[in-house]
């Protein structure tokens, strides 16, 4: 049977919009966040970083905003492509060691 | 660099059967690997954390004797799915670290059990 959570949020955006994905994280101790994207089929790719001493951090058409007061991480896509289609992940790291803990995840669809 | 694969990348076994996944660093010493398995549409779930030369260590509610995890050296990692069923359906994904924070993972084996 269907379980609860099995349908991603999904963020649908016209070729050339700008796209906001969104990301709650839980553990306030967490140093360390990343984004990944993935791609059908794929292992996740890493797209962007961002430690817990920064609040904004740039990267080649991508952001990435910190807010710790309310546990939220943002990551904004600028001038959307079809290839940017995939499903986003944003991961913390709440040991200070390497593991890392996912988020649900969100599907970005781009239409040309 | 940090290339991280994974080998097979499709498998389809019986059911009873058992079915090992390997996960290489191709590029750089991984002192620490991780296994995640993954349902569709939904996010990764850490099954298990490996370093090299000792015993993995499990998440909560993954049974070790049933997904045994080598780590024997610094560029390999092994899942092996003992007695596979078709809930064991599944992709599962590694990922290796060098150390540091960040986790280069591999492009996951889908297995299907039958």
């Known amino acids: 049977g269907e379980s609860v959570g099995l349908h991603l949020p999904t963020l649908s955006v016209q070729e050339g919009d700008n796209s906001i994905i969104n990301c709650a994280y839980s553990n306030s101790a967490s140093d360390y966040f990343i984004w990944y994207k993935q791609e059908s089929g794929k292992g996740p790719q890493f797209i962007i970083d961002?430690?817990?001493?920064?609040d904004k951090r740039q990267g080649q058409r991508v952001t990435v905003l910190l807010n710790k007061t309310v546990k939220h991480l943002s990551l904004q896509i600028a001038a959307t492509q079809p290839g940017d289609s995939a499903v986003y992940f944003c991961?913390?790291?709440?040991?200070?060691?390497?593991?890392?803990?996912f988020g649900k995840g969100t599907m970005l669809l781009v239409s040309p | 660099g940090a290339v991280v694969s994974q080998h097979p990348s499709r498998v389809i076994c019986k059911s009873g059967t058992s079915v090992k996944i390997e996960c290489r660093s191709l590029d750089f010493q991984a002192t620490t690997m991780f296994w995640y398995r993954q349902f569709p549409k939904q996010s990764l779930m850490l099954m298990a954390t490996?370093?090299?030369?000792?015993?993995?260590?499990?998440e909560q509610g993954v049974e070790k004797d049933k997904f045994l995890i080598n780590h024997a050296s610094l560029t390999l990692s092994t899942l092996t799915v003992t007695s596979a069923h078709p809930e064991d359906s599944s992709f599962y994904i590694c990922s290796a670290s060098g150390g540091a924070y960040e986790q280069y993972f591999g492009p996951g084996t889908r297995l299907t059990v039958t």
């Open positions: 490996s370093n090299e030369g000792s015993k993995a260590t499990y």
């Open positions: 961002i430690r817990s001493n920064m």
């Open positions: 991961a913390e790291n709440p040991s200070g060691y390497s593991t890392l803990t």
